[in-house]
């Protein structure tokens, strides 16, 4: 008789636990959302309700939404591909892009942002294959993400570039603002223009830039560019051009376009200095090796067994 209570509080504390447990709604492909926005109730399996607190929101296997405004849900999490269409300022806290393959984030609008709701300070967590942000060949594009991102996925800039007389003219860019990333995956540049404010700290940098690729044009101009910032340090495993390899080093902005000039790369990027300092540097170091990790094993092996 003494184990009623106990069982009774116990019965208690999971039918409390379980109505604070926010409730899981799923992106469905009704064609009653117009748009496919976020803040339409169609487009969602909750019985017609449109996006609300308490609840976590799921984007799954390559369906597609667009934002307008604030996102009202606890949670926002694409899987296994899909994208994320952005036309306006928007604010959502926990945005996730998760699982296998790529996903997208397409923005098409002059001046755009990115940010978390009022008071919210999730990250922005990116731990897909790989994410894709995207234009296509409009001109002057750019989106400011303001959330700090954090995961390992392999960031692509496909955003459009469009050419004027020069290959600095109209170009769309991605502006990663916060001074709190822990992001660390590959990026890739194939055309448009990647801004880490704040410097970063990554693996491989790839540099693909194709001006052939944009509306049939083959001035030979660089179609990607990776802005370097007054103060800032960019640090990578490797620099490539899938051709050539950068040797491990400091370099300053002149140092790395002399060398993809050297190499008849310049097409592939431009690496451009922004507030006017010209001895900006990136830092290619290593990665630890396989071996490295293993000579470190046996000397603790070592070590040890003097001790003894």
């Known amino acids: 008789m003494k184990k009623l209570p106990l069982l009774a509080t116990a019965a208690t504390l999971a039918c409390l636990t379980a109505s604070l447990?926010?409730?899981?709604?799923?992106?469905?492909?009704?064609?009653?959302g117009s748009g496919q926005y976020w803040n339409q109730a169609a487009n969602w399996n909750d019985s017609g309700n449109p996006a609300a607190s308490g609840k976590d929101y799921v984007v799954a296997n390559g369906q597609n939404l667009r934002a307008s405004g604030e996102f009202a849900g606890d949670?926002?999490?694409?899987?296994?591909?899909?994208?994320?269409?952005?036309?306006?300022?928007?604010?959502?806290?926990?945005?996730?892009?998760?699982?296998?393959?790529?996903?997208?984030?397409?923005?098409?609008?002059?001046?755009?942002?990115?940010?978390?709701?009022?008071?919210?300070?999730?990250?922005?967590?990116?731990?897909?294959?790989?994410?894709t942000f995207n234009t296509g060949a409009v001109s002057n594009r750019t989106l400011t993400i303001?959330?700090?991102?954090?995961?390992?996925?392999?960031?692509?800039?496909?955003?459009?570039?469009?050419?004027?007389?020069?290959?600095?003219?109209?170009?769309?860019?991605?502006?990663?603002?916060s001074a709190s990333n822990t992001w660390s995956g590959d990026i890739e540049l194939q055309n448009g223009t990647f801004d880490f404010t704040h410097g970063i700290s990554a693996q491989t940098l790839t540099l693909n830039g194709d001006a052939s690729e944009i509306g049939g044009l083959s001035e030979g101009y660089s179609t990607a560019?990776?802005?370097?910032?007054?103060?800032?340090?960019?640090?990578?495993?490797?620099?490539?051009?899938?051709?050539?390899?950068?040797?491990?080093?400091?370099?300053?902005?002149?140092?790395l376009n002399s060398w993809l000039s050297g190499n008849g790369e310049s097409d592939k990027a431009l690496f451009e200095a922004v507030g006017g300092a010209s001895g900006l540097i990136i830092v290619a170091v290593p990665e630890p090796s396989?071996?490295?990790?293993?000579?470190?094993?046996?000397l603790a092996l070592i070590l040890r067994r003097r001790r003894k």
Do not use: C, P, W
């Open 290 to 298: 396989s071996a490295a990790l293993l000579g470190l094993g046996g």
């Open 225 to 255: 560019r990776f802005f370097i910032n007054d103060g800032e340090s960019y640090t990578f495993t490797s620099i490539t051009t899938g051709t050539h390899s950068l040797d491990l080093g400091t370099y300053s902005v002149d140092d």
């Open 75 to 131: 949670s926002l999490t694409f899987t296994n591909g899909g994208s994320l269409g952005i036309f306006n300022a928007v604010t959502v806290d926990n945005l996730s892009m998760t699982g296998s393959g790529n996903n997208y984030i397409v923005h098409n609008a002059l001046t755009i942002s990115l940010s978390n709701k009022s008071g919210g300070t999730s990250s922005f967590d990116i731990s897909s294959d790989s994410l």
């Open 146 to 177: 303001n959330q700090a991102i954090s995961g390992t996925a392999k960031l692509i800039s496909r955003v459009g570039y469009k050419f004027n007389s020069t290959k600095t003219d109209n170009t769309n860019k991605t502006v990663f603002a």
């Open 21 to 32: 447990h926010a409730a899981t709604v799923y992106r469905i492909n009704s064609g009653a």
